[in-house]
Each structure stands twice: as C-alpha cells, then as structure tokens.
C-alpha cells in the first residue's frame, strides 16, 4: 500500500494532484489525499477526484498510514513543510527550487540523511523523454567534444510575484547543463538580469555557464516575449552532430548531423552537413513521469534522478548566478 498527500493545490500542484490520480488509476500508487489552505479549492479537487482533503498539514504528520508528500506550495514554504514532514518520518517530493537559500537545502539534506527520508527535488526535466534520450546518446559519445548548449524559455504572461526568472526559470536552464554533461557545477557563472516592472522580481535574465574544455552554456530567460508564443527549448552543438529538444513536444528529439571538419594541418576547416532528422519517442507526460519515480524510489529506496544534491546545487547555482549579476562579473565556483 502506498498512500501518498500533495501539499499545495494552486497553479502547478494541481497538476501533481492529477498525475497522482492517474498514477492511482494505474495502481502504481493505492491512496491519494491533498492538503491546501484554502479551503474552497480543496474542496473543488476533492470533488473532482474524490479523494479526502485537509487544510492543515499538521493532520497528516499524525498521520501513519501516508508514506509520502508532493509539495507544490510557494517556495518560501518548502524548508518548513520537508522539514516537518521527514521529522514525521515520510518520503518527500518537493517542487524547484528546493529552498530560497542553500543553507536552507544544505540543512535539508542533514535532516533526510539522518531520518533516512527520501527528498527527490522537482527538477523536472530530467524526466523528459527527450532529454533521456539526448543524455543517452551524449554518454555514448554520439556528438564528440560538446561545444555549447543553448536554452530559450519564453512566454507572454503577468511575471510571479513571488520570485522572478532565475529561480522560477534559469533553475531548470543550470541543473540541465550540468545533468546533460555531467558535471556537478560549471567552472564560472556570469549572468545579466533586468527588472522593469517589479521590485525584486527580474523578468528577464541571461546566463552563461563555462565548463571544462570551453564547453559553453547560454540561458535566455523572459516573461516578457509575446513574439514566439510559448517557447521552450535546448540545443546541443557537437564536434559530430548536433540536436534541438523542444521542451513542449517530449515525443521527438531533432538531430543534426553536422560537423565542421579541420584539415590534418589544421590550415582549412570544412563545414559537413549531411541533413537532420527526428527520433520519435513514445509520448511520456515529464510530471508523470516525474511522480511515477518518486513513487518507484519510495517502493525501492534507490537515489531518485534529481535527488537533493542536485537540488541544493541548482539553488547555489543561481544564487551565484544573482552574485554574478550584482557585481557585474563572472563568479569562479570553488576556487
Ligand atoms: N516544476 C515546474 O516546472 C514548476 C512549474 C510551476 C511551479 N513550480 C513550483 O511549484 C511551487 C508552487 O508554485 P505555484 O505556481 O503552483 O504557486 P501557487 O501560489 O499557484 O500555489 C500554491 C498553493 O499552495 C497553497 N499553500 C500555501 N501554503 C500552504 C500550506 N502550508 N499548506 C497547504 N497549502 C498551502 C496555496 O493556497 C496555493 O493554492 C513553487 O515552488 C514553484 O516554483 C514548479
């Protein structure tokens, strides 16, 4: 049996409550109930899916038969919640970024190790599809000497007033460079960001991460874009070939077989370019996905795919990243 609360029922955590009704459907988990303050939208959920609410998340930590948490709730909420709840001795998912602050994370992280809890952190892109199978193929050496990734997210929408780009996008931009190549942290983070209609809340940023080898990482970050509609995607430039993942469509990963080739004596260069073609994968919903491993790591006990190291280390990383951007140069990381 495994019964399972999401904490949070607003504008992303209304997804996690459908996911887990379908992942109940499925069997994969046995119970399902949903926490939120307000109670008119708990209600509202209870009645779509016919599953009990709370209002107080204090009635679940009593609570002996729930064996995980989902937290969908604002950020500045996230250390309290995963704190309380693997004090309670429950697994915990909780959304990015993990913390406002790192220390924050950091003392997370002492908590779980001590309680043996599991905190899986909702860097979600790690369960896309495509991202799977660009990183599968990039261990396989598919593209050669990775020379830079490229990430745009776009939209047109009422910037949040609870946080601004970096931590609601770049967050996703730094933890993806550093899962596709391996890496713990980049060498250097510089970033620009600017705020035009909020104090405190940037709604656009640009970040470059420098890696080993001079591999490059470039994140374009708005709220502010009504030209290309929604856009959401990473590139990926190698030595052998090259790919674009549209972040919308988990299904297809776009490959280019491309290649700029120098000469033994490296006196003339040849740009190669063979065509692109798509790979079709079968369609995954990423949140899904997502929950269906939290589950599979409560029932196993196996380190999730984005586990709380990640999660503490995207939060330094944009913390750096706002660093970089106050002092207006690039930060080194750990030197
Ligand atoms: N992974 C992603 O792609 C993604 C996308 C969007 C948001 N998020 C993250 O999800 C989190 C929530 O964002 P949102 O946009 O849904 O916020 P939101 O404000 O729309 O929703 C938060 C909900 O939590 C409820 N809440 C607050 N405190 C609570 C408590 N103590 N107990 C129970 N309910 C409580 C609020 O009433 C509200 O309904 C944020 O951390 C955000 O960064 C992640």
Redesign the pocket.
Known sequence: MVKIAV????????NHVRAFNELKAEGVIDELEI????EK?AREFSNIYHIPYC???GDLLKDDSLDGVSI????H??FE?AKSFMEAKKDVFV???MTTKSEDAEKLIHIAEDKKSLLMV???FRHHSAVKELKKRIERGDFGRIFYLTSTRFSFREP?K??GVM??LAI?EVDIFCYLLNKEYPLEISAQLSKFLQKDIEEVAFLVLRFENDTLGYAFESWMTPVDGKRRDLTIIGSKMSAKVDYLKPQELQLFDASIISSADGASLKAEYEGSYTVPIPYKEP?KEEMRHFVECIKSREKPLSDMYAGKRAVEMIEIAFESARENKAMKIGK
């Open positions: 904490i949070g029922t607003g504008y992303w955590g209304r926490c939120e303050v307000d939208r209002t107080n998340y969908a709730t604002p950020t909420t996230h919640l959304e990015k970024p909702g860097h979600i949040r609870d946080m931590f609601a996703h949140l």
